[in-house]
């Protein structure tokens, strides 16, 4: 595999959260609007000076991005659609990495916005996928839970992952979430009530869902200079990967893309596996969460529930993760859950996470997956973010 180009020069700026509401009659196009007048007003100029636009949804239709820039008045050069769900930040900031590399542009709006109206996320599972309207959704099987309960027997059975290590993440994620006032979860959890919950589909619990709900996450993607010259604290983006449908051969999923590229992405970062100071992954459950660790080299393979022992992963702990709260406790915005890590991580790094922010944070990795099919996601990525 070549080796790919670095980040030089690119950086994040402006981390926007237009504040998560569980249901919402306005559109998905409102919500954008929101999110798009919030990186103006942190950037200090004009939305109109935004000659790049990136939009993740899956409530927009009939729009994509590029109706948007006739609703809000722009002029991009460059403009990008990602329905890709919880991958979909990590391949934003890609491509608009990429474009600001080249030349393509100046300043790019990376916007991620779904709206939830009542009984509009039944809706959204009928139609999420062919695969879904065909294979799934007519045999009583609809939404995610049955098919990560699947992959969640099979990764837990592999790895000797337990019920009481899914409960650790959980439970340190609403504690981070109880100082973000942005999180819809508001009351502490304990071990014994993420335990003692529910079952939704063995062995998938209550506490190990996320709560879907209407919002936005943004932020801004320029050349270091132009921070520089607005005046906007910035975070570097020194190393990512990408990767669909790793393991195709693979008869459930038991890794992800990410172990494919994690040589890649540390080799890039020019840091040892496991040098940094926060980790916000893709946590659409707690399980997949541990995966990651394992995957992205955190961890040896089988290590996993040694690993989730030996740390503490609130804000104070040995390894802050999900510092926001995550999906599982602040919410899951439709496709904002995949730009929500790395908003939260360039808040932390800018150090202007409040409460919630991890003392000397310096360096966060970030990840994303999604698109899920019966017996597997189909994308990962991750990236590493440094403060400057």
Same mark, same amino acid.
């Given at each position: 595999m070549t080796t790919p180009r670095g980040y030089d020069g690119v950086v994040l700026a402006v981390p926007v959260t237009v504040p998560y509401v569980r249901h919402s009659t306005d559109s998905a196009q409102w919500w954008v609007g929101r999110a798009l007048a919030g990186l103006a007003a942190g950037a200090g100029v004009s939305h109109r000076e935004f000659d790049g636009l990136s939009v993740a949804s899956f409530s927009l239709a009939p729009d994509s991005t590029i109706g948007l820039t006739q609703h809000f008045g722009l002029s991009p050069r460059f403009v990008d659609f990602v329905p890709l769900g919880g991958v979909a930040g990590v391949v934003a900031l890609r491509r608009a990495a990429r474009a600001v590399q080249a030349g393509d542009a100046d300043m790019i709006a990376c916007i991620a916005a779904d709206t939830n109206a009542p009984q509009s996320f039944r809706q959204s599972l009928e139609n999420f996928s062919r695969f879904s309207q065909d294979a799934v959704y007519p045999y009583g099987a $609809? &939404? +995610?839970?049955?098919?990560?309960?699947?992959?969640?027997?099979?990764?837990?059975?592999? !790895?000797?992952?337990? *019920?009481? #290590?899914? @409960?650790?993440?959980?439970?340190?994620?609403r504690a981070n979430a109880l100082k973000n006032p942005h999180a819809l979860m508001k009351k502490p959890l304990s071990l014994d009530e993420y335990l003692g919950s529910r079952p939704i589909a063995p062995p998938i619990h209550l506490f190990d869902c996320v709560m879907p709900c209407a919002g936005a996450e943004a932020f801004l993607v320029m050349r270091e200079e132009t921070a520089k010259a607005q005046g906007l604290p910035f975070v570097r983006l020194t190393a990512a990967i990408? *990767?669909?449908? $790793?393991?195709?051969? #693979? +008869?459930?999923?038991? *890794?992800? &893309?990410?172990? *494919?590229?994690? #040589?890649?992405?540390?080799?890039?970062? $020019?840091?040892?596996?496991?040098?940094?100071?926060?980790?916000?992954?893709? #946590?659409?459950? +707690?399980?997949?969460?541990?995966?990651?660790?394992?995957?992205? @080299?955190?961890? +040896?393979? @089988?290590?996993? !529930?040694?690993f989730i022992a030996g740390h503490d992963f609130t804000t104070t702990g040995s390894l802050p993760h999900n510092t926001s709260g995550g999906q599982l406790s602040a919410g899951q915005a439709g496709c904002a859950g995949g730009h929500l890590g790395l908003v939260e991580a360039l808040r932390q790094l800018t150090d202007t996470a409040g409460e919630r922010q991890v003392a000397n944070a310096r360096r966060a990795l970030v990840s994303g997956f999604g698109m899920i099919n019966f017996d597997r996601g189909l994308g990962s990525g991750a990236v590493m973010l440094e403060a400057a």
């Open positions: $609809g &939404g +995610p839970n049955v098919s990560f309960a699947l992959i969640a027997q099979a990764y837990m059975a592999a !790895s000797g992952l337990t *019920r009481a #290590d899914c @409960g650790k993440i959980a439970v340190a994620q990408e *990767r669909h449908n $790793g393991f195709p051969a #693979d +008869p459930v999923m038991l *890794r992800g &893309g990410w172990a *494919r590229d994690v #040589d890649v992405l540390w080799g890039m970062a $020019g840091v040892a596996p496991g040098a940094v100071d926060l980790v916000q992954t893709y #946590d659409d459950y +707690p399980f997949i969460s541990a995966m990651q660790f394992e995957d992205l @080299g955190l961890c +040896p393979k @089988g290590g996993v !529930s040694e």
